[in-house]
């Protein structure tokens, strides 16, 4: 199973996400699942910004050769699920064929789910991004819980 996490720089929340998420998987034994993750609005090659990097390697999580690019339908088409941050994201998602498979993240098997997404730090200080960890971590760790088991 792919997993696509989707923001719009792919410098700040997705790629915190992807790293989550892959460890996620390492801890619950899903070597079925890959994680990806792409921007609405990436610069190719960007880096991961500051504040994502210094809160990942806080938490020993590894992001420094993250490298930004472009949502693109063949990224939508290739992945089984797309998590995006907004619903703005979610709208190009939908818009490059990702339907049925394509959501926001906070509402991801989950009706009460706040649509609105995850709060964006860019901008903001060190704080703001421990929060966005914080929440990234804890909707993700939910997506694990619904996510459907591996198939033979």
């Known amino acids: 199973m792919k997993?696509?996490?989707?923001?719009?720089?792919?410098?700040?929340?997705?790629?915190?996400?992807?790293?989550?998420?892959?460890?996620?998987?390492?801890g619950r034994g899903r070597e079925d699942i890959d994680v990806e993750s792409a921007g609405t609005?990436?610069?190719d090659g960007a880096p991961a910004s500051d504040g994502s990097l210094l809160v990942a390697l806080e938490r020993q999580l590894d992001i420094g050769g993250h490298a930004a690019r472009q949502l693109t339908a063949a990224l939508v088409l290739d992945a089984d699920v797309i998590l995006t941050m907004g619903?703005?994201?979610?709208?190009?998602?939908?818009a490059l064929g990702g339907d049925g498979k394509a959501h926001v993240l906070t509402t991801f098997g989950n009706d009460t789910g706040d649509p609105a997404g995850v709060s964006d730090?860019?901008?903001?200080?060190?704080?703001?991004y421990r929060a966005t960890y914080e929440e990234l971590h804890r909707e993700i760790r939910r997506v694990f819980d619904v996510l459907p088991a591996r198939t033979a």
């Open 3 to 26: 997993l696509l996490f989707v923001c719009t720089g792919n410098t700040c929340r997705s790629p915190l996400a992807e790293a989550i998420a892959r460890r996620e998987a390492i």
């Open 41 to 43: 609005s990436a610069w």
């Open 87 to 94: 619903p703005h994201h979610l709208e190009r998602a939908l």
């Open 121 to 128: 730090p860019f901008g903001g200080d060190l704080e703001d």
